[in-house]
């Protein structure tokens, strides 16, 4: 197997957890808070292993930190609270498509069909292995909506803005992120509670496995592989989040369920063959 695109399919192993991990361990934490404690330690943890300036000019660091980071963390954890978690990760499937149109607004690429219908394809393959509620929230749908249009912007710049120092740009995106939103968590939030021991085991994998090393996987992907198909690769988050209830929890999957999972397969893996196909003379 490719080692870079190994490294990708680690991002949604660890992503995938997200909701579950907010719901079991952090459900009285505001979600500005959950935003600051996920996002600065790692920071810090990052800098630590890997001391270094900024690798972007100031003005993109501060660009993709405010975006990936302070806004797109608190609009995740307002739907995360608002939103039942099918719901939730269905929105956040329509990363590809939010891409592709972004592409084409920005740069003037307008979408090949088959880039537009494997996008649309595991868009439906999440639909069919979540089952979205029809009760929705309109303020959680929003920031579910709204946060992958963050993440498929920054994903861009990421691309158009190449560094070879990707541990550095997860590093200070996630520490800038994380320091930018502290005053408006006292400000919103006010003085957070003292963690209680449940509380520290969500927090422990949030900060290390779902944001510092997760991070580093997703800039450096992103970098290597693209944004289209980093996006694409993003619809394994609720493929994991659901196979882990079933390998963990003994939970049963429905014949629908099990087929959306193969859609979600099958739209990755022709992505790859139609990208390996040799272009027409």
Known sequence: INMNILIAFMVPLPWGSTYAVVGYFLQDIPPVWIAVFRALPAGILLLLIHPTKSPLKWSRMFAISICNISLFFVLLFIAAHRLPGSVAGTLGATLPLMVLLLQWIQEG???????LGLAVLGLVGVMLLLNPSANLDIIGVAAALLGTLLMAQT??????????????????????????????????????????????????????CNTAFAYWCWTRSVTLLGPHTMSMISLFNPVTAVLLGFIILSERLSVVQWSGIILIFLSILLMKTIKAKPAAV
């Open 155 to 208: 994903s861009l710049w990421i691309s158009r803005w190449p560094t070879n120092d990707q541990l550095g740009l997860a590093a200070w995106q996630l520490f800038l992120g994380g320091i930018l939103l502290l005053p408006f968590a006292f400000m919103f939030a006010g003085i957070p509670a003292l963690p209680t021991p449940k509380t520290w085991v969500g927090l422990t994998w949030l900060v290390v």
């Open 109 to 115: 690429k307008k979408p090949a069909l088959s880039k």
